[in-house]
């Protein structure tokens, strides 16, 4: 079983629905990443985070750290929000700076 | 200006062959990574130098050997290539001390390699 688990593996939703994408862990953490694969590759940082709820546009990380669970919401989804969206979290116990990757949520958002 | 550069993009080649993956970052930053991503999506940690030491060195085979040059610079460079090679490979950097032990990471937009 991974350290770091997503859910729902796959998510596909019309334009305009409201998003959730769930991460779990079983370690201690210092902080939890969020990032974004778009399908051309690229890897894109949208969030780091150590406690509370970070905001960016339509995009909200939320974490709790005595549940050792993340959430990342997308609001008024858009079909450019279709993308590979990756948890990873940095353990507290590590003093070489290592992630443990999720398998990552593919999202796609139809017209 | 991109913010850290790998080439190249593509890399098509046939087993046995050495090839070499650049990776620059103008960031500023004190850490840089190699990744490995296979086929079911898992990004995997092969390297990481901080200030040109060698800090991550995870169980990949010694045909992997990085070289950095410099803290903005950190090539991959792959011995007598196999079949099982073949991946997107993304280099990475952030800060890891001093300027925040926790910060984001920037990732370049990887290296596609196929060994035939």
């Known amino acids: 079983k991974n350290e770091v688990e997503q859910s729902p593996q796959n998510l596909t939703a019309q334009e305009g629905e409201f998003i959730t994408i769930n991460c779990s862990y079983s370690v201690g953490i210092s902080a939890l990443h969020w990032l974004q694969q778009h399908p051309g590759g690229g890897i894109v940082s949208l969030f780091m985070?150590?406690?509370?709820?970070k905001k960016h546009g339509r995009l909200i990380a939320t974490i709790n750290i005595q549940e050792k669970h993340s959430s990342l919401h997308i609001t008024a989804s858009h079909p450019r929000d279709s993308a590979v969206y990756i948890c990873?979290?940095?353990?507290?116990?590590?003093?070489?700076?290592?992630?443990?990757w999720g398998a990552g949520t593919k999202l796609i958002i139809k017209p | 200006d991109t913010a850290v550069s790998q080439t190249p993009k593509y890399l098509v080649t046939q087993m046995g062959n050495d090839k070499s993956i650049k990776c620059e970052q103008n960031?500023?930053?004190?850490?840089m990574y190699w990744y490995k991503q296979d086929s079911k999506k898992f990004l995997k940690i092969m390297f990481s130098?901080?200030?040109?030491?060698?800090?991550i060195n995870e169980t990949v085979p010694n045909r992997f050997s990085p070289k950095s040059p410099d803290k903005a610079h950190l090539n991959l460079h792959i011995n007598s290539l196999e079949l099982g090679d073949s991946a997107v490979y993304f280099c990475?950097?952030?800060?890891?001390?001093?300027?925040?032990?926790?910060?984001?990471?920037?990732f370049g937009n990887g290296t596609r390699l196929t060994v035939t």
């Open positions: 130098y901080n200030n040109k030491e060698l800090i």
């Open positions: 990475a950097s952030s800060w890891t001390k001093g300027q925040g032990y926790n910060s984001p990471l920037h």
């Open positions: 985070l150590s406690s509370g709820k």
């Open positions: 960031l500023g930053h004190d850490t």
């Open positions: 990873a979290v940095r353990p507290d116990f590590d003093s070489n700076y290592q992630l443990i």
